[in-house]
């Protein structure tokens, strides 16, 4: 049976995977994602948002096994802490032993990480098949958007797509800590 709400999460997974940016909802505030190993994608993000590459991007996936090729080196101890905060607005630091470009990871060693807790972004991570970048749609200091209509203000009609809906009702961005240290860069 026909759903529009499937045709769209479809729609967005496959604009993502041809190497689009799209805005979506996330838990705080509505978010841009791309494919994290397009290149041109990732760049187009940061051009859009005029965000220094060097600072790095967040990764986000629909459940712990999209981030396996991340997390297969970490003891097990780490793997549960990561896995207990999962799904939700807990954003770890953790190796990525080159495994992700240079524009994902900017300058660290580390790159974040999360699972997502909301179900639309959930969802399009698991219909796309992997991870995608996840950064606050907005331009680099301006406050991030709660709504589309100040997505639409920030971008217009650059974007390559929108996957309508709800802001989560977290009340601030997602906690990033670093798994080894649980030192905290962003409360």
Known sequence: MFSPASFRMRLCANVVAGGGVIACPT???WGLSCDPFSESAVQRLLDLKDRPA???????AGDESQLDFLLEDL???????????WPGPNTWLVPHHGRVPAL???RFESVAVRVSGHPLVRELCLEYGGPM????????????PKTLLAVRKY??????????????????????????SDEVFRA
């Open 75 to 85: 003891p097990q101890t780490l793997r549960r802490k990561l896995s207990v905060s």
């Open 104 to 106: 994902v990871h900017g």
């Open 54 to 60: 060097h600072k790095g991007l967040i990764l986000v």
């Open 27 to 29: 838990e705080a505030v």
């Open 133 to 144: 970048v996840s950064s606050s749609a907005n331009v680099a200091g301006s406050p991030a």
């Open 155 to 180: 971008f217009g009609n650059r974007l390559d797509g929108v996957l309508p809906g709800q802001v989560g009702v977290a009340g601030r961005p997602s906690t990033i800590r670093d798994v080894f």
